[in-house]
């Protein structure tokens, strides 16, 4: 619930940015502006995929879908990534073009007025979204906050950008502005790319992650050994798969008790997880 509430909250954000930025935009003849305008109307279409995703990842395991449908969530990140590259680029191409073929901005107080909510506004939504973000460990939420983490430092470069004209009189830098965010976009993008298909692709958790399930399994001197530990996240959903190895004397009450007890201690290092253990009898070969 807390994560579809986020998500809202972050389309209900960028719909009102985006008709202050780009009504703003286009009545004082600022590219970087209207740059802003339409990274917003990226971003609000991603933060409706992350709403959408969110929902679906939510559901129950059925039938098609014996693992549940946490990987909506990746599929949403990567999709949301992508769009934000497509935006970074056409904004570069925009400001570029502007900067070869100048032009007036007029009512610059307006423009710098319209960035500096958009900047305070799109940083305190960002800040909420990624806290929800750590505690559901939701890749989409993660990726929307970004985008609005990156949306804020973005309006606060282009209104240092209209700041400078209006100091200089030189439009150029309200070009340099918008290539600046393009920069900006283009690099969180990439990031977000590379985030979202290390999870779609079932890479293992982190060496941190994978230590802290190795001391749990110290910690329990019946477990002689164990191997093939095996690890993957689907959207918040840890899938943890080990084989542990006991002596051959030991019962299978006690057996299946220890397993019990490291699968409640790893679901409470991950608060969303699946675990998955095979117990083997333990051969000593030493003579």
Do not use: W
């Amino acid at each position: 619930m807390k994560k579809q509430q986020a998500a809202l909250l972050s389309i209900i954000s960028n719909s009102i940015l985006i008709l202050f930025k780009l009504f703003t935009g286009i009545c004082i003849n600022s590219v970087s502006v209207i740059s802003e305008g339409i990274h917003s109307s990226i971003d609000l279409i991603a933060s409706v995929i992350s709403f959408l995703s969110i929902k679906k990842s939510n559901k129950k395991e059925d039938a098609e879908h014996p693992f549940g449908h946490g990987k909506y969530e990746n599929v949403s990140g990567f999709f949301e990534a992508i769009l934000i590259l497509v935006t970074g680029v056409i904004i570069m191409y925009e400001a570029f073009s502007n900067l070869i073929l100048q032009h007036n901005i007029k009512y610059l107080y307006s423009g710098m007025l319209v960035m500096a909510l958009s900047c305070f506004l799109n940083f305190m939504v960002s800040i909420n979204i990624l806290r929800t973000s750590i505690k559901t460990k939701s890749i989409s939420l993660k990726a929307d906050g970004l985008h609005l983490l990156t949306d804020s430092a973005t309006s606060l470069g282009v209104l240092i950008g209209l700041a400078l004209v209006k100091i200089t009189s030189l439009s150029f830098f309200d070009s340099l502005s918008a290539i600046f965010v393009a920069l900006l976009i283009i690099r969180t993008s990439v990031t977000l790319i590379k985030n979202s298909v290390k999870d779609l692709v079932d890479s293992s958790l982190s060496r941190i992650d994978l230590e802290k399930i190795i001391d749990i399994l110290k910690n329990h001197p019946e477990i002689k050994s164990f191997h093939k530990l095996r690890t993957r996240k689907s959207g918040e959903t840890c899938e943890i798969n080990i084989h542990l190895l006991f002596d051959s004397n030991k019962s299978l009450i006690e057996v299946h008790d220890v397993c019990t007890c490291v699968e409640v201690e790893i679901n409470k290092l991950f608060s969303n997880s699946n675990t998955l253990i095979h117990a083997e009898p333990f051969i000593n070969n030493k003579m």
